[in-house]
């Protein structure tokens, strides 16, 4: 067992080693005398930073030597056989993000109210939560350790904030100066090592768009396969960004985007067999442009960057629709409960409430945001056709962050607390996404339980799967 999850940053003094804090039940941990509080700081011989480097270090090795720490000073040498693929059955303590050092323009950060919980400030920029969870980086203050930690310990596939490969324009947006800016020589570096890569551009209108966007897709591209995708997504702003140099994002610039990057989309697909570039949904919703195919997507590389969840979210619930009740469970894996950025050795504790297994009576009220809504409605009100059934759905607007916030993944619990009234039904459902995934509060800092005492009726929380089982029963 390995199981971690992410922490903010806080100030505290860092030791050698990784804290041990769980040790399973008739486990080798346990037979090794391990104990939660323990640091491992050796593994034959080589120091240990973090957990990534007890997994390298472990991996495949029957013959071992832990050095351990123990709580009172006492340090330990333990040498063991195991079995190559025994699990060792040890918890790790959370890893504390590596800070970024960059003044974005566009950084979401800046756009939180003065009193958003601490940990919404934290910008991290940590190739370790690149490779687990796929969270972008910059590169642009990736220390040498870090670029032969990613190349020896095939910390692969990276997720790199690329925005432009204009020089100026990288600076500009990343508000540092051009030599910190430049990664040509990284990027050049990780793919000669066969890293893979998948890019980022964050779209904002009047800087990296038009012909600099044309220059960064196509740059990106001629590095096919080893730089696998490219994600296109929108600037978003909220009521707190004042930054002048920022243009809000209009209609008319999402179809103006969606024109230009379909005819390289074609290109691409015809050169290199794979569409390559993809737009953030929000780009299509707001240009009331149709919602590309199934086949747009492949194998859907940048689905928790926004690129392609409605796709999978309507193709999902249209087979649903087509095959009740008999489609249980897996329908919609494609989108479900694990995140198909996040690297199989990275495990996010799920410990949340939801629906999943509960049976529900009467008609309730989906809850989501205003984004989504009509995409949620048109698939609720044709369920509501077939069976009889009254169910309504409900667009929240984000008044915690306001601007151009419309997604249903950062509304909080005030912003579901004030529209309470307008609940129509027996029960409310909330998008389980609004829940931090380690402990049962909202963005807002409202807990989970405080918002469903303010309800007036029941709340459950769910994932696409646990709306389809919800449906089914």
């Keep these: 067992m390995y199981e971690f999850a992410v922490t903010p940053a806080i100030t505290q003094l860092r030791r050698p080693g990784v804290i041990i804090t769980e040790v399973e039940p008739e486990s080798l941990g346990e037979e090794l005398e391990l104990a939660p509080n323990d640091r491992i700081v050796r593994v034959n011989g080589r120091p240990v930073r973090d957990y990534l480097d007890f997994r390298f270090q472990t991996a495949g090795e029957t ?52 009193d958003a919980r601490p940990s919404l400030f934290v910008r991290d920029e940590d190739i370790r939560l690149s490779f687990l969870y796929g969270n972008y980086t910059t590169l642009s203050s990736i220390t040498e350790d870090e670029m032969k930690r990613i190349i020896e310990q095939r910390l692969s596939p990276q997720y790199v904030s690329v925005h432009a490969t204009d020089l100026k324009t990288r600076a500009y947006l990343l508000g540092v100066d051009e030599s910190r800016a430049d990664i040509s020589d990284k990027l050049e570096r990780l793919l000669a090592a066969d890293i893979e890569l998948h890019a980022q551009v964050v779209l904002c209108p009047e800087i990296n768009d038009g012909a600099i966007l044309e220059k960064t897709l196509r740059d990106l591209a001629a590095h096919y396969p080893k730089v696998v995708s490219t994600a296109i997504v929108p600037v978003a702003l909220t009521r707190y960004n004042t930054d002048e140099r920022l243009t809000r994002v209009t209609p008319e610039f999402c179809r103006r985007t969606i024109r230009q990057v379909e005819k390289l989309q074609k290109e691409f697909r015809k050169k290199l067999g794979v569409t390559f570039a993809f737009m953030g949904d929000e780009i299509y919703l707001k240009a009331g442009a149709e919602i590309p195919s199934r086949r747009h997507y492949g194998n859907y590389p940048q689905i928790e960057d926004g690129v392609g969840m409605i796709r999978s979210f309507l193709n999902a619930f249209e087979k649903f629709l087509s095959e009740p009740p008999a489609v249980a469970g897996g329908l919609t894996r494609q989108l479900g409960n ?15 409430p939801s629906a999943n297994g509960q049976r529900t009576t009467g008609n309730g009220t989906f809850l989501t945001g205003e984004m989504f809504a009509p995409i949620l409605r048109s698939q ?89 089982d919800m449906l089914q029963k």
């Excluded at 050095?67 to 693929?85: A, C, H, S, W, Y």
């Excluded at 974005?104 to 950060?109: D, K, L, S, V």
């Excluded at 694990?338 to 949340?352: E, F, G, I, L, M």
């Design 63 to 114: 013959e071992l030597t832990f050095q351990v720490k123990k709580p009172n000073g006492e340090t330990l040498d333990i040498e063991f056989d195991r079995d190559e693929d025994e699990d060792f059955g040890l918890g790790f303590e959370q890893i504390v993000p590596r800070q970024c050092a960059n003044e974005c323009i566009f950084c979401f950060c800046k756009g939180n109210p003065e």
């Design 338 to 352: 694990s995140d198909p950025r996040t690297h199989p050795v990275a495990h996010k504790p799920d410990n949340q």
């Design 380 to 468: 609720i009100d044709k369920y509501n056709a077939l069976t009889g059934s009254r169910h309504a759905v409900l667009a929240v607007p984000n008044t915690y962050f306001g601007g151009d916030v419309s997604v249903a993944g950062l509304l909080t619990g005030k912003d579901f607390l004030a529209v309470r009234d307008l609940i129509d039904g027996d029960f409310a459902v909330i998008p389980k996404i609004t829940i931090k995934s380690d402990e049962p509060i909202f963005l807002d800092g409202m807990s989970y339980d405080e918002l469903k005492r303010q309800f007036p009726v029941p709340v459950y929380d769910v994932d696409i799967d646990g709306l389809i």
